[in-house]
């Protein structure tokens, strides 16, 4: 059997080059000064003699600039080599990282629908704060600010379960309803994060709250009166507790919506579901400036 050939690493080749040409030039100056020297002794004279040191010395000197050129290159190249393994080892230990540690939420249970409570609306014409809101993607915000009056503003709250890696924040960047064969889409009114996910005690599940912007004269939403949404697809993106996020769609399939009489919010069962996932999770600070808001 013949020896295995050993694996050329091109890594290695800017060190093993340049050590090899550093004891090259020692060599070959080391020849050259021992010759000339020689020669200069050989040879009487001191007219010979004086341009024969004179030629050692710049000699010797231009064979150190040389060496030293080439020492500091070698360093600077192992110095890169050593960044870029170190750069690679980062990078899947933060693919291992994120692998094990992404969260994602199962909506489950009811879907309610409700209008607004008038305290909070009556906050949010103070402070203006948008930062929990989406809008219907053809209003704009600044007439919101100006007439608040002519737009309606409902509250949106779903159940869902928690993985074994529980979620920390969660971040919609689309809305899109589907009502009558005709499409509502909506949209975060700033990037900062635009939902809650609050814990029901008595039911023992999470709850994912967000607010909605419509016109009053919209045909997505007429008080007193059951929305028939047969679905809604959810862009939207998940951050776990330990900071890694994983960005997909869901969509939600609805029958027989119904309204509460007590409370006056729209309920939709949750009948099936669809998530997938957009790419692969990754690790993240924050998830309120990960997302552009889509038109």
Not at 15 to 37: M, Y
Not at 54 to 69: D, G, L, N, R
Not at 238 to 250: D, E, K, N, Y
Request: proline share 4%.
């Amino acid at each position: 059997m013949g020896k295995k050939k050993k694996k050329f690493d091109n890594k290695k080749q800017p060190i093993s080059i340049g050590v090899k040409t550093l004891v090259f030039i020692w060599i070959a100056v080391f020849v050259i000064i021992v010759t000339l020297f020689a020669v200069s002794q050989a040879i009487p004279g001191e007219i010979i003699e004086r341009p024969t040191y004179y030629i050692i010395a710049i000699v010797i000197s231009f064979a150190s600039f040389v060496m030293t050129t080439l020492f500091s290159v070698s360093i600077l190249n192992h110095n890169k080599m050593v960044r870029e393994i170190n750069e690679v080892n980062y990078a899947r230990e933060m693919r291992n990282f994120a692998a094990s540690n992404y969260g994602i939420v199962t909506l489950v249970d009811y879907m309610l629908m409700s209008e607004e409570i008038n305290r909070y609306v009556e906050h949010l014409k103070t402070s203006r704060d948008f930062k929990l809101y989406m809008r219907e993607n053809d209003i704009a915000l600044e007439d919101v600010m100006k007439n608040p009056n002519d737009y309606n503003f409902l509250t949106l709250r779903i159940p869902f379960t928690l993985p074994s890696k529980p979620v920390a924040s969660v971040r919609f960047s689309r809305f899109k309803f589907t009502k009558e064969n005709k499409h509502h889409l909506f949209v975060p009114c700033t990037t900062a994060n635009n939902a809650l996910v609050l814990y029901n005690e008595s039911e023992k599940l999470s709850n994912v709250v967000v607010n909605l912007i419509t016109k009053k004269t919209s045909a997505f939403y007429t008080p007193d009166t059951v929305i028939p949404f047969s679905k809604i697809k959810l862009n939207l993106t998940m951050l776990s507790l330990l900071g890694v996020s994983t960005t997909g769609w869901i969509e939600l399939y609805f029958t027989n919506p119904e309204k509460l009489e007590k409370s006056g919010a729209n309920r939709y069962k949750i009948i099936s579901s669809q998530f997938k996932v957009d790419g692969f999770p990754t690790f993240v600070h924050s998830i309120d400036s990960d997302i552009e808001i889509q038109e």
